[in-house]
């Protein structure tokens, strides 16, 4: 019999893989995860996240070996040909057991298919992987294969991009997204604590940002020492940050609203507000985890907020997108995207903006932001607000977020190939 994690990693792909199926982060939050032995549940992880991270380039390789298109196989036999392909050519995992264990998930899965799982697998096993496509000559169909794009997505990318920068960022994304995190300013002796349990870290150019270099951070998470958070998350929050009353309109799971509470400290007040109550509460366990008390939770949807006008000082809009910027951290959403939700995201990110911005006082700062890197759901949806409302004008940007500027005055973007993590974009605009 195959091993736990193996058989739960063939059960999580299948899901996630599913029409309507669960978010892979949300997916791997539950208790059948948790229940594994530390040892496993980091297999199961890099199972998972690496086979969805590296499926275009597995699907390559397992379709030479196979005398029927590799799409026409029923979805439990492809899985487990996954599973196995990225231990046999991407893990310290004997091909042995690699295949063993692979025929055996397929004699539980699709017993039909056993057969034909041992023999593709023993067949990559002595071939290694097909040649690749060189990315100079031939940009899309490296970014199909070994890039592990949805052809959609490779030729947006090609278009926006350009083929160096959709190679550049493809290439970024096939790897684990650097652990990016900040101390508790409660704690002054977080980092010495840090530094005992065996965490290792260099600065990030953001202020205050560091990105681990060894040592797992989940105890010193879990204790409120530390918080992991994207740089880009980081930088969209320091944006909105300052004294006063600052709104973060859709605060889940509450990285940038713990983020807003450091830096109002004493001086202001951030309400942290979600539609859904279910995040909330979790939001909620966060904001007690980091033990800031300025912060006030609100069940509210963004698109009807309950503020009278120009009362708030600063409002964040960390708006629901595609998430096309965070693949290195949720492959899943490479495959369970469409080309067509793009410009339904964008429709609603539209009417956020417009209903908040009226809750903005004069000389305060309203922070839109989207991790992703399209430009339909960032600059074109700020282009057009700014036309509506000619009265916002793009803010003075600190100097601090130099690294960051463009496109545009007023305007920040993350790029992953640069900087490492999601591509974040982020307009902040201010009026008289």
């Not at 029923?74 to 025929?103: M, T």
């Not at 496509?133 to 890039?147: K, N, Q, S, Y």
């Not at 951290?329 to 209903?355: C, F, M, N, S, V």
Request: charged share 25%.
């Amino acid at each position: 019999m195959a091993t736990a994690a193996r058989r739960l990693a063939l059960r999580i792909l299948e899901e996630v893989g599913a029409r309507g199926g669960p978010l892979l982060a949300e997916r791997l939050a539950e208790p059948d995860v948790g229940a594994l032995a530390a040892r496993d549940r980091a297999f199961l992880h890099e199972l998972v996240l690496g086979t969805l991270r590296r499926r275009g380039a597995l699907d390559h390789a397992l379709a030479g070996l196979l005398d029927q298109p590799f799409a026409r196989l029923a979805p439990p036999a492809r899985e487990v040909l996954r599973l196995g392909a990225y231990q046999v050519l991407h893990l310290r995992v004997p091909d042995r057991a690699a295949v063993s264990e692979s025929v055996d998930l397929a004699r539980a899965a699709c017993p039909r298919q056993a057969g034909l799982v041992n023999a593709v697998l023993r067949r990559l096993a002595r071939a290694g992987p097909p040649p690749l496509p060189d990315p100079a000559r031939e940009p899309e169909r490296w970014l199909v294969t070994e890039g592990s794009l949805p052809a959609w997505l490779a030729e947006r990318w090609l278009r926006s991009l350009g083929p160096a920068g959709a190679v550049a960022r493809a290439r970024a994304f096939l790897e684990p997204a650097p652990v990016a995190f900040r101390f508790n300013p409660r704690r002054p002796d977080a980092a010495e604590v840090a530094r005992v349990a065996g965490l290792a870290w260099a600065p990030l150019a953001l202020p205050e940002a560091c990105r681990a270099t060894a040592g797992a951070p989940a105890t010193l998470v879990a204790e409120g020492w530390l918080y992991v958070q994207d740089q880009g998350s980081q930088l969209v929050a320091r944006l909105a940050g300052g004294g006063g009353i600052r709104l973060d309109a859709c605060a889940a799971p509450g990285s940038k609203t713990t983020l807003l509470a450091d830096l109002a400290g004493d001086r202001g007040r951030v309400v942290a507000a979600d539609v859904s109550r279910r995040r909330l509460r979790s939001l909620g366990e966060a904001v007690a985890r980091w033990g800031c008390g300025n912060v006030s939770l609100l069940a509210a949807d963004g698109r009807q907020p309950p503020f009278r006008a120009e009362t708030l000082d600063a409002v964040l809009l960390d708006a629901p997108c595609s998430g096309l910027g965070t693949l290195g951290r949720h492959p899943d959403i490479r495959w369970r995207a469409r080309a067509e939700d793009i410009a339904g995201h964008a429709g609603r990110q539209a009417e956020l903006l417009r209903a908040l911005a009226p809750l903005v006082r004069p000389g305060g700062a309203l922070v839109y932001a989207v991790c992703s890197g399209e430009p339909e759901e960032g600059e074109a949806v700020a282009d057009a607000f700014r036309a509506e409302h000619p009265r916002w004008r793009p803010a003075e940007l600190p100097a601090w977020s130099a690294p960051f500027h463009g496109p545009g005055p007023g305007r920040v973007a993350t790029r992953p190939e640069e900087h490492g993590g999601d591509a974040f974009f982020a307009a902040v605009l201010t009026r008289p």
